[in-house]
């Protein structure tokens, strides 16, 4: 299962069927668990655990030290699911001590060419980041999300479940959970009630979501009327995880 140009330090933790191919390099302090087919030329450095049925193309960088200047060598972590699919020449780097000391990536998401996840990032399941989208360090994307080609987010921005961004945008605020925006810099263009259905979300849900949008986004009231005029309006669980996703905000939302 392991070509034999590939070098893999004798630390280093894989499971029995583990596939590398040429050329590939996995350092110490890496764990490797089943199912996962590891591409050629991919370098992947440690402390990193990666998880079940993973694939990682060419040329991938998984778990380098990260980019911020303050990193000194410390021994920080990166932290992969199962069954993600990791793309050409993406690059994935550990936290810093200076937060969580660790990046944490979920299960089942799509990173496509090129991509690149920052320190201390925390992405959820089930996202896709397009060719070249960036995250910059201590971003947060909720389950669902999806980032358009060439896009990218600002340092500590959060982006909420279901919400997708358009290519070449530029996130610099917080993106709440179920919307659409698009643009540099960005701003919000509707419900992603596409996305909802194909989900199956229910017909009420999304009504109530649209409803939540539009007093948010299109009636002139500020925020916080906008917040208690839907807590007051609906108890949906999905608009109460609209409004969650507002709640949590520290840099303000994209509005």
Do not use: W
Not at 49 to 69: H, L, P, T
Not at 88 to 105: A, C, K, M, Y
Not at 223 to 237: G, H, N, T, W
Request: proline share 4%; charged share 20%.
């Amino acid at each position: 299962m392991i070509h034999p140009t590939a070098i893999v330090d004798p630390t280093a933790q894989l499971a029995s069927d583990v596939e590398v191919g040429p050329f590939s390099v996995i350092g110490p302090d890496v764990e490797i668990d089943a199912g996962s087919v590891i591409g050629p030329h991919v370098v992947i450095k440690g402390p990193t655990r990666i998880g079940k049925r993973n694939r990682i193309f060419q040329f991938a960088s998984v778990g380098e030290d990260c980019q911020d200047k303050k990193y000194a060598g410390e021994s920080t972590r990166l932290e992969i699911g199962d069954d993600n699919v990791i793309r050409e020449s993406v690059t994935l780097h550990r936290g810093t001590v200076q937060d969580r000391g660790v990046t944490t990536i979920g299960s089942r998401n799509l990173f496509m060419a090129y991509s690149h996840v920052g320190h201390d990032c925390v992405i959820g399941d089930d996202c896709i980041l397009a060719n070249q989208a960036t995250l910059a360090g201590h971003v947060k994307l909720g389950n669902f999300a999806i980032l358009g080609g060439l896009s990218a987010i600002h340092q500590f921005c959060h982006m909420g479940e279901h919400a997708m961004v358009g290519g070449c945008s530029a996130i610099t605020k917080d993106v709440p959970a179920f919307i659409m925006v698009s643009g540099n810099p960005a701003s919000p263009h509707g419900l992603n009630s596409i996305g909802l259905k194909r989900r199956g979300f229910s017909d009420e849900g999304v009504r109530a979501l649209g409803e939540a949008y539009r007093l948010v986004y299109r009636k002139g009231l500020t925020l916080e009327q906008a917040v208690s005029e839907i807590e007051s309006r609906f108890s949906l669980d999905e608009t109460q995880r609209f409004l969650d996703s507002i709640k949590v905000s520290q840099r303000g939302i994209i509005r």
